[in-house]
């Protein structure tokens, strides 16, 4: 299991296949993800001469470039991505989501390119920050306090429960991995994850 390169290599091929100038739009999970496995310097190489947060408040029109989105397939990003492909800055939109985005917000994102700016939008498993060729993390900060039930609510909880299980699915899914997860009885925390990553 090669951590590093699998998510490397979605990076590669999504900055490889445009050319042109291009500006790095990321959100904030994002953005740890890429900068463990590309330098400044790397992405230099690949023509991308600007990175930004897709929740920048920029409204400069940059026309001679491509805008090349890196995105988890979150409502918030999905809302400000719908926003910005309205009124856009950029001559070109490619848009890489890191997990699976649902139809509902491909519907969204359709109906709100009038200008027909988008020119491809792909899904790329790298939902997980690569340590080492073996290890990752979600930067989920504070997740040993969703182990004990009665200290959060419900909501939290859902919410944690759905990263846990997206980046572990991503995992899998870019190592092309089915996935055969055991847990403890007792847990119905470690029964949701294994239950909702095996599908």
């Keep these: 299991m090669v951590l590093i390169s699998a998510a490397r290599d979605y990076i590669t091929r999504m900055l490889q296949d445009i050319s042109g100038m291009k500006v790095l739009?990321?959100?904030?999970?994002?953005?740890?993800?890429?900068?463990?496995?590309y330098s400044q310097s790397e992405l230099l190489q690949k023509e991308v001469f600007l990175v930004e947060l897709v929740d920048s408040t920029s409204k400069e029109s940059m026309s001679h470039l491509k805008a090349v989105y890196f995105l988890r397939p979150t409502s918030e990003n999905i809302q400000h991505l719908r926003r910005q492909i309205a009124s856009p800055r950029f001559g070109e939109y490619h848009l890489f989501f890191s997990n699976i985005i649902k139809d509902n917000q491909i519907n969204v994102l359709a109906d709100?390119?009038?200008?027909?700016v988008v020119q491809q939008v792909q899904e790329f498993y790298a939902d997980f920050s690569a340590l080492d060729p073996y290890h990752f993390t979600l930067n989920?900060?504070?997740?040993?306090?969703y182990m004990?039930?009665?200290?959060?609510d419900h909501s939290s909880l859902q919410t944690f429960t759905d990263r846990v299980i997206d980046g572990i699915s991503a995992v899998f899914l870019a190592l092309?991995?089915?996935?055969?997860?055991?847990?403890?009885?007792?847990s119905d925390i470690a029964k949701?994850?294994?239950q909702g990553a095996v599908v």
């Design 25 to 37: 739009i990321l959100d904030s999970q994002t953005v740890s993800i890429v900068s463990v496995v």
């Design 140 to 145: 989920y900060p504070s997740n040993y306090i």
């Design 112 to 116: 709100s390119d009038e200008h027909e």
């Design 192 to 194: 949701r994850i294994a």
């Design 148 to 152: 004990l039930p009665a200290v959060v």
């Design 176 to 186: 092309k991995r089915r996935p055969v997860i055991r847990y403890q009885r007792t």
